[in-house]
């Protein structure tokens, strides 16, 4: 293979060969998380798709590890708009694959409760200053951690902690107290 690609980079006049070429493409998280269906964080969205917040309920220490905590959050719940749509018969575009697709007229239906609970997940207890009961977290956890099984632990790494919900008094930044 390299052999062929000196060949086209000697010349280069007929076939421009740029470094970016030959490197993966840089994926997109909007259009990622567009594919998956979901966020990580329905209620409000994360900066970064590995980014989860909530409210400790409880934080206990781990049974068999002396540095670990445990924290599970508060279920959060809220109205989301839902809408009924109807397609019509004007064509809207024609895909790809060749499928016509037509245009829809969509009309507000009303609001639909919602709730989340993101999972119960493990604190290194040094890295853990401010992490009680009520605290508002917003940490760093594995890429789609936040769906799966309920009862499934997940490691995390505390962006910022706060005393409560309103964020009024910052206890944890990074890890460190400030």
Request: proline share 8%.
């Amino acid at each position: 293979m390299l052999d062929a690609l000196n060949e086209i980079v000697e010349d280069r006049a007929r076939f421009p060969i740029e470094p970016r070429y030959l490197l993966k493409e840089t994926p997109n998280p909007i259009k990622e998380e567009a594919y998956k269906g979901g966020r990580n964080k329905v209620k409000d969205w994360s900066a970064f798709k590995d980014e989860s917040r909530g409210v400790l309920k409880t934080v206990k220490k781990h049974p068999k590890v002396k540095d670990v905590l445990i924290g599970t959050f508060k279920t959060e719940s809220w109205m989301e708009p839902m809408v009924t749509c109807k397609k019509t018969n004007k064509i809207y575009r024609i895909d790809s694959t060749g499928t016509v697709i037509y245009r829809e007229n969509c009309r507000p239906a009303g609001k639909q409760k919602q709730t989340f609970t993101p999972r119960p997940t493990y604190f290194y207890k040094p890295m853990a200053s401010g992490i009680k009961p009520n605290a508002f977290v917003r940490m760093h956890v594995p890429p789609g951690s936040d769906h799966g099984a309920k009862n499934q632990h997940r490691s995390c790494w505390v962006i910022e902690a706060y005393t409560n919900k309103q964020r009024t008094k910052l206890v944890n930044i990074y890890g460190f107290k400030p």
